[in-house]
Protein backbone atom coordinates (compact mmCIF):
# COMPACT_ATOMS: atom_id res chain seq x y z
CA UNK A 1 0.00 0.00 0.00
CA UNK A 2 2.90 2.43 1.00
CA UNK A 3 4.68 1.97 -2.26
CA UNK A 4 2.11 2.09 -4.17
CA UNK A 5 1.24 5.81 -2.56
CA UNK A 6 4.30 6.60 -3.29
CA UNK A 7 4.15 5.46 -6.66
CA UNK A 8 0.98 7.98 -7.26
CA UNK A 9 2.47 10.70 -5.58
CA UNK A 10 5.62 10.52 -7.56
CA UNK A 11 3.82 10.20 -11.08
CA UNK A 12 4.81 12.83 -13.21
CA UNK A 13 1.92 14.20 -15.35
CA UNK A 14 2.26 15.15 -19.26
CA UNK A 15 4.14 11.97 -20.24
CA UNK A 16 1.62 12.26 -23.56
CA UNK A 17 1.01 15.31 -25.30
CA UNK A 18 -2.51 16.63 -25.16
CA UNK A 19 -4.34 18.89 -28.23
CA UNK A 20 -5.04 22.65 -26.39
CA UNK A 21 -8.38 22.39 -28.33
CA UNK A 22 -9.37 19.37 -26.61
CA UNK A 23 -7.83 20.22 -23.19
CA UNK A 24 -9.42 23.57 -23.77
CA UNK A 25 -12.64 21.77 -24.17
CA UNK A 26 -12.32 20.14 -21.46
CA UNK A 27 -12.00 22.58 -18.74
CA UNK A 28 -14.83 24.91 -20.07
CA UNK A 29 -16.97 22.15 -19.71
CA UNK A 30 -15.56 20.92 -16.40
CA UNK A 31 -15.92 24.68 -15.48
CA UNK A 32 -19.46 24.66 -16.11
CA UNK A 33 -20.04 21.33 -14.17
CA UNK A 34 -18.22 22.63 -10.68
CA UNK A 35 -20.19 25.91 -10.56
CA UNK A 36 -23.38 24.26 -11.20
CA UNK A 37 -23.25 20.87 -9.98
CA UNK A 38 -22.34 21.47 -6.01
CA UNK A 39 -25.14 24.19 -5.86
CA UNK A 40 -28.17 21.98 -7.37
CA UNK A 41 -27.40 18.66 -5.26
CA UNK A 42 -26.66 20.41 -1.82
CA UNK A 43 -28.84 23.85 -2.44
CA UNK A 44 -31.07 22.36 -5.21
CA UNK A 45 -30.79 25.44 -6.95
CA UNK A 46 -29.94 26.11 -10.59
CA UNK A 47 -27.08 28.74 -11.00
CA UNK A 48 -28.75 30.74 -13.55
CA UNK A 49 -31.69 31.50 -11.15
CA UNK A 50 -29.91 33.32 -8.44
CA UNK A 51 -29.52 36.47 -8.18
CA UNK A 52 -26.46 38.86 -8.90
CA UNK A 53 -24.94 39.55 -5.17
CA UNK A 54 -24.88 35.40 -4.90
CA UNK A 55 -23.01 34.88 -8.03
CA UNK A 56 -19.93 36.20 -7.58
CA UNK A 57 -18.41 33.36 -5.55
CA UNK A 58 -18.88 31.02 -8.62
CA UNK A 59 -17.64 33.80 -10.83
CA UNK A 60 -14.74 33.93 -8.81
CA UNK A 61 -14.34 29.99 -8.50
CA UNK A 62 -14.45 30.14 -12.36
CA UNK A 63 -11.67 32.39 -12.70
CA UNK A 64 -9.48 30.54 -10.18
CA UNK A 65 -10.25 27.03 -11.87
CA UNK A 66 -9.82 28.60 -15.63
CA UNK A 67 -6.30 29.68 -14.12
CA UNK A 68 -5.38 26.37 -12.45
CA UNK A 69 -6.57 24.36 -16.25
CA UNK A 70 -3.78 26.53 -17.87
CA UNK A 71 -0.98 26.55 -15.94
CA UNK A 72 -1.38 23.43 -14.90
CA UNK A 73 -1.29 22.23 -18.70
CA UNK A 74 1.80 24.48 -19.39
CA UNK A 75 3.25 22.31 -16.09
CA UNK A 76 2.30 19.31 -17.43
CA UNK A 77 4.02 19.59 -21.21
CA UNK A 78 6.90 21.07 -20.37
CA UNK A 79 9.84 18.61 -20.66
CA UNK A 80 9.97 17.83 -16.88
CA UNK A 81 6.11 17.64 -16.14
CA UNK A 82 4.53 18.20 -12.57
CA UNK A 83 4.24 15.44 -10.63
CA UNK A 84 0.45 14.79 -8.68
CA UNK A 85 1.04 16.36 -5.29
CA UNK A 86 2.66 19.70 -6.97
CA UNK A 87 -0.09 19.51 -9.02
CA UNK A 88 -2.57 19.69 -6.15
CA UNK A 89 -0.80 22.23 -4.41
CA UNK A 90 -1.18 24.39 -7.50
CA UNK A 91 -4.89 23.90 -7.71
CA UNK A 92 -5.66 24.82 -4.13
CA UNK A 93 -3.09 27.91 -4.71
CA UNK A 94 -5.37 29.17 -7.38
CA UNK A 95 -8.63 28.61 -5.92
CA UNK A 96 -7.24 30.49 -2.65
CA UNK A 97 -6.05 33.29 -4.42
CA UNK A 98 -9.16 33.72 -6.32
CA UNK A 99 -11.79 33.07 -3.96
CA UNK A 100 -9.78 33.99 -0.52
CA UNK A 101 -10.74 37.48 -0.47
CA UNK A 102 -15.03 36.24 -0.50
CA UNK A 103 -14.14 36.02 3.04
CA UNK A 104 -13.61 39.58 4.04
CA UNK A 105 -16.67 40.79 1.82
CA UNK A 106 -19.01 42.11 4.17
CA UNK A 107 -22.67 40.61 4.17
CA UNK A 108 -21.76 38.60 0.95
CA UNK A 109 -23.84 35.07 1.09
CA UNK A 110 -22.38 31.60 -0.40
CA UNK A 111 -22.08 28.35 1.21
CA UNK A 112 -19.01 27.31 2.55
CA UNK A 113 -19.65 23.59 1.80
CA UNK A 114 -20.56 23.95 -1.89
CA UNK A 115 -17.46 25.93 -2.50
CA UNK A 116 -14.86 23.14 -1.05
CA UNK A 117 -17.18 20.58 -2.79
CA UNK A 118 -16.26 22.82 -6.26
CA UNK A 119 -12.84 22.74 -5.42
CA UNK A 120 -12.12 19.24 -4.90
CA UNK A 121 -14.41 18.55 -8.08
CA UNK A 122 -12.33 21.00 -9.76
CA UNK A 123 -9.13 19.61 -8.87
CA UNK A 124 -9.72 16.61 -9.83
CA UNK A 125 -11.02 16.90 -13.12
CA UNK A 126 -8.61 19.29 -13.95
CA UNK A 127 -6.13 16.74 -13.18
CA UNK A 128 -7.75 13.81 -14.94
CA UNK A 129 -7.10 14.10 -18.52
CA UNK A 130 -3.29 14.43 -17.89
CA UNK A 131 -3.67 11.00 -16.34
CA UNK A 132 -5.01 8.88 -19.39
CA UNK A 133 -3.60 8.27 -22.80
CA UNK A 134 -5.18 9.92 -25.98
CA UNK A 135 -8.33 7.31 -26.11
CA UNK A 136 -9.56 7.57 -22.64
CA UNK A 137 -9.62 10.67 -22.80
CA UNK A 138 -11.31 10.86 -26.31
CA UNK A 139 -14.24 8.98 -24.43
CA UNK A 140 -13.86 11.20 -20.93
CA UNK A 141 -14.90 14.16 -23.32
CA UNK A 142 -17.89 12.34 -24.50
CA UNK A 143 -18.96 11.61 -21.19
CA UNK A 144 -18.67 14.81 -19.70
CA UNK A 145 -20.45 16.45 -23.05
CA UNK A 146 -23.35 14.39 -22.20
CA UNK A 147 -23.06 14.75 -19.02
CA UNK A 148 -23.79 18.42 -18.95
CA UNK A 149 -26.35 17.89 -21.41
CA UNK A 150 -28.26 15.63 -19.12
CA UNK A 151 -27.47 18.00 -15.90
CA UNK A 152 -28.81 20.82 -17.87
CA UNK A 153 -32.19 19.04 -18.66
CA UNK A 154 -32.45 18.17 -14.99
CA UNK A 155 -31.45 21.35 -13.67
CA UNK A 156 -33.88 23.50 -15.90
CA UNK A 157 -36.84 20.79 -14.63
CA UNK A 158 -36.00 19.91 -11.57
CA UNK A 159 -34.11 22.68 -9.88
CA UNK A 160 -35.49 26.11 -8.58
CA UNK A 161 -34.67 29.45 -8.85
CA UNK A 162 -33.27 30.95 -5.59
CA UNK A 163 -36.05 33.14 -3.77
CA UNK A 164 -35.09 35.71 -1.15
CA UNK A 165 -36.22 35.31 2.32
CA UNK A 166 -39.26 37.51 2.85
CA UNK A 167 -38.21 39.81 6.04
CA UNK A 168 -41.13 39.96 8.53
CA UNK A 169 -38.67 42.00 10.77
CA UNK A 170 -37.91 46.09 10.57
CA UNK A 171 -35.37 47.32 13.49
CA UNK A 172 -35.33 50.90 14.82
CA UNK A 173 -33.97 52.80 17.84
CA UNK A 174 -37.28 52.77 19.79
CA UNK A 175 -38.92 49.89 18.39
CA UNK A 176 -39.02 46.36 16.35
CA UNK A 177 -41.94 46.01 13.51
CA UNK A 178 -43.66 43.00 12.20
CA UNK A 179 -43.95 43.30 7.88
CA UNK A 180 -46.42 42.49 6.29
CA UNK A 181 -46.22 42.60 2.42
CA UNK A 182 -49.50 42.39 0.19
CA UNK A 183 -49.92 42.49 -3.68
CA UNK A 184 -52.48 44.83 -4.72
CA UNK A 185 -51.77 44.70 -8.63
CA UNK A 186 -52.22 41.46 -10.22
CA UNK A 187 -50.32 42.86 -13.32
CA UNK A 188 -47.30 45.13 -13.03
CA UNK A 189 -47.69 48.33 -14.18
CA UNK A 190 -45.75 50.02 -17.36
CA UNK A 191 -44.70 52.70 -14.78
CA UNK A 192 -43.31 53.28 -11.29
CA UNK A 193 -45.44 56.28 -9.33
CA UNK A 194 -48.57 56.45 -8.08
CA UNK A 195 -49.78 56.89 -4.16
CA UNK A 196 -51.76 56.05 -1.40
CA UNK A 197 -54.11 57.85 0.66
CA UNK A 198 -56.89 57.00 3.73
CA UNK A 199 -60.47 56.41 3.51
CA UNK A 200 -62.83 55.39 6.25
CA UNK A 201 -60.99 52.26 7.87
CA UNK A 202 -59.23 51.65 4.69
CA UNK A 203 -57.55 53.23 1.65
CA UNK A 204 -57.32 54.02 -1.86
CA UNK A 205 -54.59 53.14 -4.17
CA UNK A 206 -53.54 54.27 -7.47
CA UNK A 207 -50.60 53.06 -9.88
CA UNK A 208 -48.65 55.14 -12.34
CA UNK A 209 -50.48 53.71 -14.27
CA UNK A 210 -53.65 54.73 -13.35
CA UNK A 211 -55.39 52.16 -12.01
CA UNK A 212 -57.32 52.64 -8.87
CA UNK A 213 -57.99 50.11 -5.92
CA UNK A 214 -59.80 50.46 -2.70
CA UNK A 215 -57.93 48.55 -0.02
CA UNK A 216 -59.42 46.92 3.42
CA UNK A 217 -58.39 45.25 5.94
CA UNK A 218 -59.66 41.96 6.37
CA UNK A 219 -61.92 40.30 9.45
CA UNK A 220 -59.44 39.69 11.41
CA UNK A 221 -57.47 43.09 10.50
CA UNK A 222 -54.30 42.02 9.98
CA UNK A 223 -54.11 41.58 6.28
CA UNK A 224 -55.20 43.89 3.48
CA UNK A 225 -57.49 42.65 0.37
CA UNK A 226 -57.50 44.80 -2.99
CA UNK A 227 -60.78 45.15 -4.90
CA UNK A 228 -60.54 47.57 -8.46
CA UNK A 229 -62.28 50.84 -9.05
CA UNK A 230 -64.32 51.22 -11.89
CA UNK A 231 -62.18 54.50 -12.82
CA UNK A 232 -60.95 55.65 -16.06
CA UNK A 233 -57.02 56.79 -16.99
CA UNK A 234 -57.09 60.36 -16.02
CA UNK A 235 -53.54 60.13 -18.44
CA UNK A 236 -55.28 62.41 -20.98
CA UNK A 237 -53.14 61.94 -24.45
CA UNK A 238 -50.92 58.83 -23.28
CA UNK A 239 -51.42 56.43 -25.70
CA UNK A 240 -50.64 59.23 -28.13
CA UNK A 241 -47.43 60.43 -26.83
CA UNK A 242 -46.22 56.60 -27.02
CA UNK A 243 -47.80 55.90 -30.20
CA UNK A 244 -44.34 58.10 -31.41
CA UNK A 245 -41.28 56.52 -31.96
CA UNK A 246 -39.32 58.41 -29.15
CA UNK A 247 -41.92 58.46 -26.48
CA UNK A 248 -42.53 54.45 -26.11
CA UNK A 249 -39.30 53.90 -24.04
CA UNK A 250 -38.30 54.66 -20.78
CA UNK A 251 -40.91 57.85 -20.34
CA UNK A 252 -42.59 57.62 -16.86
CA UNK A 253 -45.74 58.98 -18.39
CA UNK A 254 -47.74 58.62 -15.26
CA UNK A 255 -50.43 59.45 -11.80
CA UNK A 256 -48.38 61.36 -9.42
CA UNK A 257 -50.62 61.30 -6.06
CA UNK A 258 -54.26 60.97 -5.26
CA UNK A 259 -56.53 62.71 -2.19
CA UNK A 260 -59.53 62.04 -1.13
CA UNK A 261 -62.44 64.87 -1.10
CA UNK A 262 -65.19 64.26 1.40
CA UNK A 263 -68.39 66.04 0.11
CA UNK A 264 -71.84 65.88 1.29
CA UNK A 265 -73.01 63.99 -2.10
CA UNK A 266 -70.02 61.28 -0.88
CA UNK A 267 -66.42 61.43 -1.20
CA UNK A 268 -64.56 63.07 -4.41
CA UNK A 269 -61.27 61.59 -5.62
CA UNK A 270 -58.60 64.16 -6.63
CA UNK A 271 -55.37 62.92 -8.87
CA UNK A 272 -52.65 64.87 -10.09
CA UNK A 273 -50.96 63.27 -13.12
CA UNK A 274 -49.01 64.52 -16.69
CA UNK A 275 -51.02 65.32 -19.68
CA UNK A 276 -49.45 65.42 -23.43
CA UNK A 277 -50.62 67.92 -26.13
CA UNK A 278 -50.15 66.45 -29.29
CA UNK A 279 -51.00 69.39 -31.21
CA UNK A 280 -48.49 71.77 -29.50
CA UNK A 281 -46.08 68.41 -28.85
CA UNK A 282 -45.50 69.68 -24.72
CA UNK A 283 -46.49 68.36 -21.51
CA UNK A 284 -48.56 69.61 -18.54
CA UNK A 285 -49.52 68.72 -14.66
CA UNK A 286 -53.41 68.64 -14.09
CA UNK A 287 -55.22 67.87 -11.36
CA UNK A 288 -58.68 65.92 -12.03
CA UNK A 289 -61.25 65.26 -9.90
CA UNK A 290 -64.14 62.35 -9.97
CA UNK A 291 -67.04 60.71 -7.70
CA UNK A 292 -65.15 57.87 -5.23
CA UNK A 293 -67.18 54.71 -6.84
CA UNK A 294 -67.71 51.54 -5.09
CA UNK A 295 -65.58 48.48 -6.01
CA UNK A 296 -65.75 47.07 -9.78
CA UNK A 297 -69.01 44.23 -9.89
CA UNK A 298 -67.47 44.02 -13.67
CA UNK A 299 -71.20 45.77 -14.93
CA UNK A 300 -70.01 49.39 -13.82
CA UNK A 301 -69.15 52.17 -16.20
CA UNK A 302 -66.28 53.53 -15.48
CA UNK A 303 -66.29 57.07 -13.81
CA UNK A 304 -65.22 60.27 -15.75
CA UNK A 305 -63.07 62.67 -14.90
CA UNK A 306 -63.44 66.24 -14.40
CA UNK A 307 -60.00 68.76 -14.93
CA UNK A 308 -59.74 71.44 -12.26
CA UNK A 309 -56.62 73.07 -13.18
CA UNK A 310 -53.99 72.14 -15.47
CA UNK A 311 -50.75 73.78 -15.39
CA UNK A 312 -48.65 76.77 -17.86
CA UNK A 313 -47.30 76.87 -19.86
CA UNK A 314 -46.94 73.39 -21.83
CA UNK A 315 -43.16 72.43 -21.69
CA UNK A 316 -41.89 71.14 -24.71
CA UNK A 317 -39.58 68.05 -25.10
CA UNK A 318 -37.30 67.47 -24.30
CA UNK A 319 -38.25 67.01 -20.59
CA UNK A 320 -36.56 65.15 -17.66
CA UNK A 321 -40.13 63.07 -17.04
CA UNK A 322 -39.18 62.00 -13.40
CA UNK A 323 -38.86 65.73 -12.25
CA UNK A 324 -42.13 66.37 -12.19
CA UNK A 325 -43.70 66.94 -8.77
CA UNK A 326 -46.95 66.45 -8.79
CA UNK A 327 -47.85 66.23 -4.83
CA UNK A 328 -51.07 67.15 -3.61
CA UNK A 329 -52.03 68.25 0.17
CA UNK A 330 -55.19 70.23 1.93
CA UNK A 331 -54.11 73.37 3.03
CA UNK A 332 -57.50 74.73 4.44
CA UNK A 333 -61.16 73.61 3.06
CA UNK A 334 -61.68 73.92 -1.11
CA UNK A 335 -57.63 75.00 -0.89
CA UNK A 336 -55.32 72.47 -2.29
CA UNK A 337 -51.46 72.70 -2.49
CA UNK A 338 -50.29 70.97 -5.53
CA UNK A 339 -46.24 71.25 -6.05
CA UNK A 340 -44.81 70.95 -9.55
CA UNK A 341 -40.51 70.12 -10.75
CA UNK A 342 -38.73 72.03 -12.83
CA UNK A 343 -38.86 68.97 -15.71
CA UNK A 344 -35.41 69.30 -16.23
CA UNK A 345 -35.29 73.34 -17.29
CA UNK A 346 -32.63 73.82 -14.83
CA UNK A 347 -31.05 76.95 -15.87
CA UNK A 348 -27.85 75.16 -17.32
CA UNK A 349 -28.97 75.18 -21.47
CA UNK A 350 -32.30 77.12 -21.01
CA UNK A 351 -34.05 79.73 -18.37
CA UNK A 352 -34.58 78.41 -14.81
CA UNK A 353 -38.24 77.72 -14.81
CA UNK A 354 -37.98 77.52 -11.15
CA UNK A 355 -37.33 81.31 -10.79
CA UNK A 356 -39.64 82.55 -13.25
CA UNK A 357 -43.01 83.30 -11.55
CA UNK A 358 -45.07 83.34 -14.88
CA UNK A 359 -44.54 79.68 -14.90
CA UNK A 360 -45.88 76.93 -12.72
CA UNK A 361 -43.28 74.78 -12.17
CA UNK A 362 -40.39 74.55 -9.77
CA UNK A 363 -43.40 75.78 -7.57
CA UNK A 364 -45.21 74.57 -4.57
CA UNK A 365 -49.07 75.99 -5.94
CA UNK A 366 -51.87 77.03 -4.03
CA UNK A 367 -55.29 75.75 -6.33
CA UNK A 368 -58.77 77.43 -5.37
CA UNK A 369 -60.11 74.03 -6.80
CA UNK A 370 -62.29 76.69 -9.62
CA UNK A 371 -59.18 77.00 -12.08
CA UNK A 372 -57.11 79.08 -10.46
CA UNK A 373 -54.20 79.02 -8.77
CA UNK A 374 -51.35 81.03 -7.00
CA UNK A 375 -47.54 80.52 -6.23
CA UNK A 376 -46.82 79.57 -2.41
CA UNK A 377 -43.09 78.96 -3.22
CA UNK A 378 -41.02 78.93 -5.94
CA UNK A 379 -37.31 78.07 -6.12
CA UNK A 380 -37.71 73.98 -6.05
CA UNK A 381 -36.38 71.17 -7.96
CA UNK A 382 -38.67 68.46 -7.90
CA UNK A 383 -40.75 68.16 -4.94
CA UNK A 384 -41.40 64.44 -4.44
CA UNK A 385 -43.15 65.30 -0.65
CA UNK A 386 -45.99 67.43 0.81
CA UNK A 387 -47.10 67.66 4.39
CA UNK A 388 -49.38 70.47 5.93
CA UNK A 389 -48.79 68.81 9.81
CA UNK A 390 -50.87 69.56 12.47
CA UNK A 391 -49.35 72.51 13.67
CA UNK A 392 -50.18 73.77 10.02
CA UNK A 393 -46.82 74.00 9.06
CA UNK A 394 -46.22 72.69 5.55
CA UNK A 395 -43.05 70.22 5.06
CA UNK A 396 -41.65 69.60 1.63
CA UNK A 397 -39.04 67.12 0.61
CA UNK A 398 -37.51 67.71 -2.89
CA UNK A 399 -34.72 66.24 -4.70
CA UNK A 400 -31.22 67.59 -5.26
CA UNK A 401 -29.11 66.88 -8.11
CA UNK A 402 -26.40 64.36 -6.96
CA UNK A 403 -27.09 65.00 -3.45
CA UNK A 404 -28.46 67.54 -2.14
CA UNK A 405 -31.89 66.17 -1.43
CA UNK A 406 -33.52 68.57 1.42
CA UNK A 407 -35.96 68.62 3.64
CA UNK A 408 -37.80 72.48 3.72
CA UNK A 409 -40.40 73.87 6.18
CA UNK A 410 -42.36 76.23 3.49
CA UNK A 411 -43.21 80.25 4.06
CA UNK A 412 -45.61 81.45 2.18
CA UNK A 413 -43.57 83.74 -0.80
CA UNK A 414 -40.34 81.92 -0.15
CA UNK A 415 -37.66 81.24 -2.73
CA UNK A 416 -35.59 78.46 -1.86
CA UNK A 417 -33.07 78.56 -4.42
CA UNK A 418 -33.13 76.13 -7.02
CA UNK A 419 -30.97 76.30 -9.52
CA UNK A 420 -29.25 78.73 -8.22
CA UNK A 421 -28.47 77.51 -4.49
CA UNK A 422 -28.00 73.79 -3.77
CA UNK A 423 -25.50 71.39 -1.81
CA UNK A 424 -25.73 69.07 -4.68
CA UNK A 425 -23.50 68.76 -7.85
CA UNK A 426 -23.67 68.20 -11.49
CA UNK A 427 -23.70 63.87 -12.63
CA UNK A 428 -20.08 62.62 -12.59
CA UNK A 429 -18.80 66.47 -11.63
CA UNK A 430 -17.94 68.07 -8.29
CA UNK A 431 -19.64 70.97 -8.24
CA UNK A 432 -22.81 72.47 -9.56
CA UNK A 433 -22.31 75.17 -12.74
CA UNK A 434 -24.60 77.62 -11.22
CA UNK A 435 -23.55 77.24 -7.99
CA UNK A 436 -20.00 76.45 -8.06
CA UNK A 437 -19.38 77.24 -4.15
CA UNK A 438 -22.14 75.49 -2.51
CA UNK A 439 -21.12 76.39 0.76
CA UNK A 440 -24.89 77.62 1.81
CA UNK A 441 -28.27 78.76 0.04
CA UNK A 442 -27.03 82.25 0.14
CA UNK A 443 -29.84 85.05 0.05
CA UNK A 444 -32.40 82.09 -0.88
CA UNK A 445 -33.90 80.12 2.28
CA UNK A 446 -31.57 77.33 3.67
CA UNK A 447 -33.33 73.67 4.31
CA UNK A 448 -34.14 72.45 7.79
CA UNK A 449 -31.96 69.35 6.46
CA UNK A 450 -30.38 68.15 3.48
CA UNK A 451 -29.26 64.41 2.28
CA UNK A 452 -25.50 64.05 1.34
CA UNK A 453 -25.28 61.63 -0.66
CA UNK A 454 -29.09 61.93 -1.90
CA UNK A 455 -31.50 59.46 -0.96
CA UNK A 456 -34.04 59.87 -3.53
CA UNK A 457 -36.16 61.57 -1.50
CA UNK A 458 -40.09 60.91 -1.77
CA UNK A 459 -43.37 61.60 0.31
CA UNK A 460 -43.51 62.17 4.28
CA UNK A 461 -45.93 61.52 6.91
CA UNK A 462 -46.40 63.14 10.76
CA UNK A 463 -46.39 60.07 13.41
CA UNK A 464 -48.87 59.96 15.72
CA UNK A 465 -48.52 58.30 18.88
CA UNK A 466 -50.98 55.15 18.43
CA UNK A 467 -48.57 51.79 18.43
CA UNK A 468 -45.62 54.30 18.69
CA UNK A 469 -45.73 56.95 21.50
CA UNK A 470 -42.35 57.78 21.95
CA UNK A 471 -42.04 58.79 17.46
CA UNK A 472 -45.63 61.02 18.21
CA UNK A 473 -45.10 63.98 16.64
CA UNK A 474 -41.83 63.07 14.43
CA UNK A 475 -41.37 63.06 10.17
CA UNK A 476 -41.33 59.77 8.66
CA UNK A 477 -39.69 60.23 5.37
CA UNK A 478 -39.54 57.55 2.45
CA UNK A 479 -37.15 57.13 -0.05
CA UNK A 480 -36.20 55.32 -3.91
CA UNK A 481 -32.81 54.65 -4.24
CA UNK A 482 -32.08 53.80 -0.30
CA UNK A 483 -35.08 51.61 0.28
CA UNK A 484 -34.97 53.30 3.69
CA UNK A 485 -37.60 55.19 5.91
CA UNK A 486 -35.75 58.40 7.61
CA UNK A 487 -37.70 59.50 11.48
CA UNK A 488 -36.69 62.87 11.98
CA UNK A 489 -37.23 63.99 15.67
CA UNK A 490 -37.90 67.94 15.41
CA UNK A 491 -36.57 70.58 18.34
CA UNK A 492 -38.48 73.47 16.69
CA UNK A 493 -37.55 73.90 13.23
CA UNK A 494 -34.12 72.05 13.87
CA UNK A 495 -33.70 68.41 12.90
CA UNK A 496 -32.20 66.91 16.02
CA UNK A 497 -31.43 63.37 14.47
CA UNK A 498 -32.64 61.46 11.11
CA UNK A 499 -32.85 57.77 12.12
CA UNK A 500 -32.82 55.39 8.91
CA UNK A 501 -34.63 52.36 9.47
CA UNK A 502 -33.62 49.88 6.71
CA UNK A 503 -36.92 48.84 4.53
CA UNK A 504 -35.35 47.07 1.38
CA UNK A 505 -38.34 48.43 -0.98
CA UNK A 506 -38.58 51.87 -2.94
CA UNK A 507 -41.37 53.39 -1.03
CA UNK A 508 -43.07 56.03 -3.15
CA UNK A 509 -45.34 56.91 -0.67
CA UNK A 510 -46.73 56.47 2.57
CA UNK A 511 -49.77 56.69 5.39
CA UNK A 512 -50.63 55.90 9.06
CA UNK A 513 -53.53 53.93 9.54
CA UNK A 514 -56.16 54.99 12.41
CA UNK A 515 -54.42 52.18 14.79
CA UNK A 516 -50.91 53.36 14.32
CA UNK A 517 -49.78 51.26 11.73
CA UNK A 518 -47.49 52.58 9.02
CA UNK A 519 -48.42 51.22 5.30
CA UNK A 520 -46.23 51.97 2.73
CA UNK A 521 -46.69 52.03 -1.01
CA UNK A 522 -43.84 50.64 -2.81
CA UNK A 523 -42.56 51.01 -6.48
CA UNK A 524 -43.38 47.31 -6.78
CA UNK A 525 -47.00 48.08 -6.67
CA UNK A 526 -47.27 46.57 -3.36
CA UNK A 527 -48.66 47.79 0.07
CA UNK A 528 -46.06 46.94 3.23
CA UNK A 529 -47.41 47.23 6.47
CA UNK A 530 -45.47 48.03 9.93
CA UNK A 531 -46.74 47.22 13.02
CA UNK A 532 -45.31 47.21 16.48
CA UNK A 533 -43.74 43.92 17.84
CA UNK A 534 -44.87 42.92 20.69
CA UNK A 535 -42.16 41.53 23.52
CA UNK A 536 -43.68 38.54 24.76
CA UNK A 537 -41.41 39.88 28.06
CA UNK A 538 -42.58 43.25 28.00
CA UNK A 539 -44.30 42.71 30.58
CA UNK A 540 -41.71 41.45 33.12
CA UNK A 541 -39.17 44.80 31.51
CA UNK A 542 -41.99 47.40 32.31
CA UNK A 543 -42.22 46.03 35.69
CA UNK A 544 -38.83 45.90 36.46
CA UNK A 545 -39.15 49.81 36.67
CA UNK A 546 -42.23 49.40 39.17
CA UNK A 547 -39.30 47.28 41.14
CA UNK A 548 -37.35 50.15 42.51
CA UNK A 549 -40.39 51.00 44.85
CA UNK A 550 -42.79 48.23 45.08
CA UNK A 551 -39.85 45.23 46.45
CA UNK A 552 -37.46 46.03 48.88
CA UNK A 553 -34.08 46.38 47.80
CA UNK A 554 -31.66 44.59 50.35
CA UNK A 555 -32.53 44.87 53.94
CA UNK A 556 -34.35 48.40 53.17
CA UNK A 557 -37.79 48.09 53.24
CA UNK A 558 -40.57 49.23 50.08
CA UNK A 559 -41.59 52.52 49.98
CA UNK A 560 -44.34 51.11 48.12
CA UNK A 561 -47.07 48.47 48.27
CA UNK A 562 -46.08 44.80 47.26
CA UNK A 563 -48.10 44.31 43.79
CA UNK A 564 -48.09 40.61 43.60
CA UNK A 565 -51.71 39.62 44.00
CA UNK A 566 -52.86 43.49 43.39
CA UNK A 567 -55.37 41.99 41.06
CA UNK A 568 -58.24 41.26 43.18
CA UNK A 569 -57.01 42.93 46.12
CA UNK A 570 -59.04 46.03 47.86
CA UNK A 571 -57.88 49.26 47.22
CA UNK A 572 -55.57 50.94 49.44
CA UNK A 573 -55.36 48.31 51.85
CA UNK A 574 -51.81 46.76 52.50
CA UNK A 575 -50.74 48.25 56.23
CA UNK A 576 -47.76 49.85 56.78
CA UNK A 577 -48.02 52.21 53.75
CA UNK A 578 -49.51 56.13 53.93
CA UNK A 579 -51.89 56.13 50.80
CA UNK A 580 -53.47 59.55 49.92
CA UNK A 581 -57.08 60.14 51.31
CA UNK A 582 -57.97 60.46 47.60
CA UNK A 583 -57.22 56.91 47.11
CA UNK A 584 -58.43 55.81 50.25
CA UNK A 585 -61.76 57.14 49.17
CA UNK A 586 -62.20 54.68 46.63
CA UNK A 587 -64.13 51.53 47.51
CA UNK A 588 -63.92 48.59 46.05
CA UNK A 589 -61.27 45.63 44.60
CA UNK A 590 -58.73 46.51 41.86
CA UNK A 591 -59.70 45.05 38.28
CA UNK A 592 -58.15 45.27 35.10
CA UNK A 593 -60.35 48.27 34.26
CA UNK A 594 -59.63 50.19 37.36
CA UNK A 595 -55.42 49.75 37.39
CA UNK A 596 -55.81 50.89 33.22
CA UNK A 597 -57.42 54.01 34.00
CA UNK A 598 -54.80 54.42 37.47
CA UNK A 599 -51.85 53.66 35.26
CA UNK A 600 -52.91 55.62 32.61
CA UNK A 601 -53.26 58.75 34.46
CA UNK A 602 -52.68 58.45 38.44
CA UNK A 603 -53.78 61.81 39.20
CA UNK A 604 -56.46 61.95 37.20
CA UNK A 605 -58.21 58.58 39.06
CA UNK A 606 -56.56 59.36 42.26
CA UNK A 607 -55.88 63.55 43.27
CA UNK A 608 -52.72 63.60 45.64
CA UNK A 609 -51.34 60.13 44.69
CA UNK A 610 -47.65 59.81 45.51
CA UNK A 611 -47.76 57.86 42.22
CA UNK A 612 -48.64 61.19 40.21
CA UNK A 613 -45.55 61.14 38.27
CA UNK A 614 -45.18 57.66 37.83
CA UNK A 615 -48.20 56.66 35.11
CA UNK A 616 -47.19 54.10 32.46
CA UNK A 617 -48.99 56.31 29.28
CA UNK A 618 -47.93 54.18 27.08
CA UNK A 619 -51.13 51.29 25.70
CA UNK A 620 -49.41 48.49 25.28
CA UNK A 621 -47.00 48.89 27.54
CA UNK A 622 -49.83 49.41 29.97
CA UNK A 623 -51.99 46.58 28.83
CA UNK A 624 -48.48 44.26 29.02
CA UNK A 625 -47.88 45.37 32.87
CA UNK A 626 -51.25 44.42 33.60
CA UNK A 627 -51.33 40.76 31.87
CA UNK A 628 -47.94 40.70 33.75
CA UNK A 629 -49.57 41.27 37.24
CA UNK A 630 -52.39 39.18 36.63
CA UNK A 631 -50.06 36.02 36.87
CA UNK A 632 -48.60 37.35 40.02
Same mark, same amino acid.
Given at each position: ?39 ? %???? +????? =?? /???? !?? $?? @?? #?? &? ?70 ? %???? +????? =?? /???? !?? $?? @?? #?? &? ?70 ? %???? +? ?105 GDHGKDGRNEPALSQDLSADYGKVLVLDLHGTADVFTSGHRNPQG ?247
Amino acid at each position: MINIFRLLVGCRLGRQRLSPLAYATWSIFSCFLLITLPVF %LYQG +LVLWG =LP /LQRL !LP $FY @ML #SV &GYLLYAVLLYVFAQSKRGITIHLAIVLGIVCFVVSIGGLYFVAELEFSRLVLISSIILGLVLAITPLLCNAG %LFRL +LRVIL =LL /LVVV !LV $FW @MS #SR &GERYEEEAVDRVNSALYVMDRADFPVVPTKPDVQGGGLVAQGDGFIAVTGDGEFYRLDWSVPGDELVAARLP %LDSP +LEGREAFYARDKGRVGFPFRVTDLLVQPTTGGDQLLVAHQIWNPDEKCFTLGVSRAALPEADDGDMELRQWTRIYETQPCVELPIDPVETGGRLAWLSPGRLLMTTGDHGKDGRNEPALSQDLSADYGKVLVLDLHGTADVFTSGHRNPQGLLVDAAGQIWVTEHGPAGGDEINRLDEGGNYGWPLATYGTWYGQRTWPLNPDGKNHGEFIEPVHAFVPGIAISNLIQLGGAQFPRWEGDLLIATLKSETLFRLRLHGNRVVYAEPIFVGERVRDLVQAKDGRIVLWTDDEEVTVLSRRMNPNAGREVYSQCQRCHEPVGSAQAIAPSLHGVLGRRIASVPGFDYSPALRSIKGNWDVQMLDAFLDNPSAFAPGTAMAAYGVPDDADRAALIRYLETQ
